[in-house]
């Protein structure tokens, strides 16, 4: 498809700069068959889930990937790391910002009389970054950044402000796997989650390791020239004993977010598909876009994602562009916040 079908226009002052109270935004309701919106507060989530559905959550936690250092003349640089690669963790494949202070062979020190050299610099802007000590997830706690995407606007340099880092997990993330958050899952606390289970909701969770496919741009005109790099993912026995059970009695899946969607459905296209079993350890690397038949999700929990994304084309995927379209609309008129730190979808389904 061509990707200016999921173009939109949204004003700079709707994009969310600061995190709000967890469980306070609003939730805007999309019902994929009819097109019906409704406009509630995220607070009235649980009572849109029904009793024996499983909502499945991705409990990876983000690792503060942002780095920032100094070149051989002093000038600030940002080293965004993405996957160690190899054996250990000296070796890295990274982003640069701007890409001119990182260039081939180039040094980079950091604090903790940490440095690393620039080994490789790739077609795609990719580097590989060689450091002098293993870049373990200690070490990015105390000198790494949270991995804030560039439209939430922050001060090059400065150090974390203490609300993002901690809004910028779930309150149920685990190992530090992610270079960004799955967003979807920002707006429970553990009192809503309570009122969920208590409503007979099984809760189930996975892992997939938010990668830079995800936020990597399309930059193709058609659809079909974009490649998804491969993210690692496992959904766990008890997951997939709660999803089999459910698909049996005729309950409903639905997923905290598109990182969820895309490990589900993917998992759901290989040999064993979603059968019980052991854990399940496979790359998720499907593009969904519109004509993707679901095998496994009926419901979708989801933020409001940027224009021609693969994260707006897997929502259209799932409710049809133009319902997807107008409900953005609707969210636009009505004041409603958007991205990361925004304000929530639940996209209505049956199973």
């Known amino acids: 498809m061509r990707v200016d079908l999921f173009d939109y226009f949204l004003p700079a002052d709707r994009i969310a700069q600061t995190p709000r109270p967890r469980g306070t935004s609003r939730l805007l309701v999309l019902d994929r068959k009819t097109g019906a919106i409704a406009h ?29 250092g100094r070149d051989g003349e002093g000038r600030i640089v940002e080293i965004f790391l993405l996957r160690a690669m190899g054996e250990g963790l000296r070796r890295w494949e990274a982003l640069a910002r701007p890409g001119r202070r990182a260039k081939k062979g180039g040094q980079v020190r950091f604090s903790e009389a940490l440095a690393g050299r620039v080994e490789d610099v790739r077609d795609d802007g990719r580097r590989e970054i060689v450091f002098d000590r293993d870049v373990d997830p200690a070490l990015l706690d105390r000198i790494g950044n949270v991995p804030l995407p560039p439209y939430i606007r922050r001060e090059a340099g400065a150090p974390d402000r203490p609300e993002d880092r901690e809004a910028y997990q779930t309150v149920y993330a685990k190992e530090p796997l992610a270079v960004a958050a799955p967003t979807a899952g920002l707006h429970f606390t553990e009192g809503l989650l309570e009122r969920i289970r208590d409503r007979g909701v099984v809760i189930a969770d996975l892992t997939l390791a938010v990668g830079a496919a995800t936020f990597k741009p399309v930059t193709s005109e058609d659809t079909e020239k974009h490649s998804f790099d491969p993210e690692d993912a496992v959904i766990p026995s008890v997951t997939l004993g709660a999803i089999a059970r459910a698909r049996k009695e005729g309950r409903r899946v639905v997923a905290v977010g598109t990182t969820v969607a895309r490990t589900l459905e993917t998992a759901a296209r290989l040999p064993q598909g979603l059968e019980p079993g052991q854990d399940r350890h496979f790359p998720a690397d499907i593009f969904i876009t519109p004509g993707f038949e679901f095998r496994a999700v009926d419901a979708l929990l989801t933020n409001f ?47």
């Open 40 to 68: 509630r507060p995220f607070a009235d989530f649980p009572e849109l889930l029904q009793r024996g559905d499983v909502l499945v959550r991705n409990d990876v936690r983000v690792r503060n990937a942002r780095l920032y």
């Open 305 to 351: 994602h940027l224009p021609r994304s693969t994260l707006l084309m897997l929502v259209s995927a799932f409710a049809g562009r133009e319902n997807v379209l107008a409900a953005y609309d609707a969210a636009i008129r009505e004041g409603y916040l958007f991205y990361s730190y925004g304000d929530a979808m639940f996209i209505l389904g049956e199973a």
